[in-house]
T-cell receptor, first 111, second 115 residues
Framework: AQSVAQPEDQVNVAEGNPLTVKCTYS??????LFWYVQYPNRGLQFLLK??????LVKGSYGFEAEFNKSQTSFHLKKPSALVSDSALYFC?????????FGGGTRLMVKP | NAGVTQTPKFQVLKTGQSMTLQCAQD?????MSWYRQDPGMGLRLIHY???????DQGEVPNGYNVSRSTTEDFPLRLLSAAPSQTSVYFC??????????????FGPGTRLTVL
């Protein structure tokens, strides 16, 4: 069975500073990894995914994620945070027909 | 395209009542799924469907039924609501089944409270 862990319930960062939201996974075989974002009272929106190839994946709104197979990690990053990036972020792994989510990390970007 | 739509947006039930949460998509997606979101637990898969007439259980299927008579619709039924089913429910869909690299599109959610 696959699993995803997001070790931080909340990440606080000042606007303009770089941000990192951590994610580790456990899955047999090759992982298909995703990041989704949820704004208040909204459904989830797709940010980016790793399927194969380059370990650095670029996605929407300037976000990127680094896949590290040896550390089984898929951390979400952004070089310069915006206040509008404040939201709930979910890491997920897809194996077969089932998508398994981490518990979520709330990102707070302060002006 | 309207994408993935869900009705109702809010619902309050009494213990033991039944209801159906509606989900529809207009993107001709084969794969559809239902999740529940609870604080600190992320989203957990309830049921999913890989096409009309085909459904399967996810991680937390007990107390819920589904059917898929058309490609567009995937209703979720609570037969006898319990307070433990108080949650926010999300429906999602994605392109071709058997392609786990495809991202899912989520509806806006239904907030259900069971008293």
């Amino acid at each position: 069975a696959q699993s995803v862990a997001q070790p931080e319930d909340q990440v606080n960062v000042a606007e303009g500073n770089p941000l990192t939201v951590k994610c580790t996974y456990s899955v047999s075989g090759n992982p298909y990894l995703f990041w989704y974002v949820q704004y208040p009272n909204r459904g989830l929106q797709f940010l980016l995914k790793y399927i194969t190839g380059d370990n650095l994946v670029k996605g929407s709104y300037g976000f990127e994620a680094e896949f590290n197979k040896s550390q089984t990690s898929f951390h979400l990053k952004k070089p310069s945070a915006l206040v509008s990036d404040s939201a709930l972020y979910f890491c997920a792994v897809n194996y077969g027909n089932m998508l398994t989510f981490g518990g979520g990390t709330r990102l707070m970007v302060k002006p | 395209n309207a994408g993935v739509t869900q009705t109702p947006k809010f619902q309050v039930l009494k213990t033991g009542q039944s209801m159906t949460l509606q989900c529809a998509q207009d993107m001709n997606h084969e794969y559809m799924s239902w999740y529940r979101q609870d604080p600190g637990m992320g989203l957990r898969l309830i049921h999913y469907s890989v096409g009309a007439g085909i459904t399967d259980q996810g991680e937390v299927p007990n107390g819920y039924n589904v059917s898929r008579s058309t490609t567009e619709d995937f209703p979720l039924r609570l037969l006898s609501a319990a307070p433990s089913q108080t949650s926010v429910y999300f429906c999602a869909s994605s392109y071709a089944t058997g392609t786990p690299s495809n991202e899912q599109f989520f509806g806006p959610g239904t907030r259900l409270t069971v008293l």
